[in-house]
């Protein structure tokens, strides 16, 4: 399928990958086929970076089927190392866009953006995967009850996410992190409307902590859990 998206990637989309990953990783993203079936619980995990924690996931989980997506090649071949043995897990290497347009209404179960890319300076904010659209492309793929979590390091990426989800007519906010409740960074712009009651969310009982959750956290961030459920 052909690319309908420019995609911004704060890394690359692949460096000089060895035979032997390029050969996992050609092999991973080759078996990738949507089933004419698609299986009853069905996550979708959009830029999974190594792949470690949604193969981690999928292990402890193997009632459930788990789709992951990064453009960057490198990473997926390092997913598809981690996804070794499970037949629970496809790989792609497809924009996480150009993935959501391919999956039919109210097919996912559960929606998790762990961790995209920051883009810290205002006018690189457009650049981010959380957008009005991307949210409506994610609210479309949801069964009604299934929940959409992004999770952020930065404070910034947490509020852009929430103004975002607090006007979404078909993702209701279902609950923030007592982070967000103390964070100092405010909503900006049109999107600057009271988030209203904010419940502690910690990371839900299934999280895995990812790659970049951990060397955040060595820094110092902490992780914000940002839930919405589809609305019925
Ligand atoms: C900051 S890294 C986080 C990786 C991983 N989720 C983690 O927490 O360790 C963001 C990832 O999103 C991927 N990414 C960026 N834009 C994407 C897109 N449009 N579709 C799929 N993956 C994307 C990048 O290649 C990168 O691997």
Same mark, same amino acid.
Request: glycine share 6%; net charge positive.
């Given at each position: ?131 009005? +659209? ?81 060397? +955040? ?10 839930? +919405?459920?589809?609305?019925?």
């Amino acid at each position: 399928m052909q690319p309908t998206h420019p995609t911004f990637t704060t890394g690359r989309t692949s460096r000089r990958l060895s035979d032997d990953d390029k050969a996992a990783v050609l092999a991973a993203v080759a078996a990738f086929t949507l089933p004419a079936t698609l299986p009853p619980v069905l996550e979708l995990e959009l830029g999974i970076g190594n792949g470690a924690a949604m193969a981690a996931r999928a292990r402890a989980n193997p009632q459930r089927f788990y789709l992951g997506s990064d453009v960057y090649l490198n990473g997926l071949a390092q997913a598809a190392r981690a996804a070794q043995g499970l037949d629970n897990v496809a790989l792609t290497n497809l924009d996480a866009r150009d993935l959501l347009a391919t999956l039919p209404p109210s097919s996912v179960q559960r929606v998790v953006v762990p961790h995209p890319d920051p883009w810290p300076k205002a006018s690189h904010h457009k650049r981010r995967l959380v957008q009005p +659209a991307f949210l409506s492309a994610c609210a479309r793929v949801l069964q009604p009850g299934g929940e959409l979590w992004v999770v952020t390091d930065w404070p910034d990426y947490a509020f852009h996410t929430l103004a975002m989800l607090y006007h979404h007519p078909l993702l209701p906010l279902h609950q923030t992190t007592e982070a967000a409740g103390r964070c100092k960074v405010k909503p900006a712009g049109a999107g600057a409307a009271p988030l209203g009651p904010q419940a502690l969310a910690q990371p839900p009982a299934w999280w895995v902590p990812t790659k970049y959750q951990q060397k +955040a956290a060595a820094l110092g961030r902490e992780a914000w859990f940002i839930q +919405a459920v589809r609305r019925g």
